[in-house]
């Protein structure tokens, strides 16, 4: 029988032991290595990523900002198109108007009666 010291020595000294010994070197070499370029990447970002976050925040601005005139023309737009009509409405409205109401308000000394739309009218008082 041999002993455990021979076997011990038999198996250092063979091909697979070297074999499973240079695997395990190499396994590590490169998970190093793999672990310095994440770290280094990483430094990198985190060097870059304020200069990254400030251009897609200053891309963003310029979009919204876009939209923003967009909105604005398109604003201006509807509202002379309304305010065109609007005018037009009056127009037709004041052509139609009785002379009799506007004679009523702007007649003589005024008193402080309520109408309907919540404003002092202006009517005629008599005082003799």
């Known amino acids: 029988m041999t002993t455990i010291v021979t076997q011990a020595k ?9 074999a499973l010994t240079g695997a395990g070197d190499f396994a590590v070499e490169k998970a190093r290595a793999y672990a310095s370029t994440v770290q280094d ?3 990198t970002v985190a060097r870059e990523l304020p200069e990254k976050a400030r251009g897609y925040a200053d891309a963003a601005a310029t979009q919204i900002n876009r939209l923003y005139d967009d909105l ?3 604003g201006r737009k509807v509202v002379s198109r309304v305010s065109g009509e609007a005018a037009l409405e009056l127009t037709e ?10 004679a009523e308000v702007t007649s003589g000394a005024t008193t402080g009666k309520r109408t309907t739309g919540g ?8 005082r003799g």
Do not use: G
Not at 93 to 102: C, D, N, Q, R
Not at 119 to 126: D, G, I, L
């Open 10 to 18: 038999k198996i250092t000294e063979s091909k697979p032991f070297y």
């Open 41 to 43: 990447r990483a430094e």
């Open 72 to 74: 604005a023309t398109r």
């Open 93 to 102: 409205v004041s052509e139609t108007a009785e002379p009799a109401i506007a």
């Open 119 to 126: 404003r002092a009218r202006a009517t005629t008082a008599n």
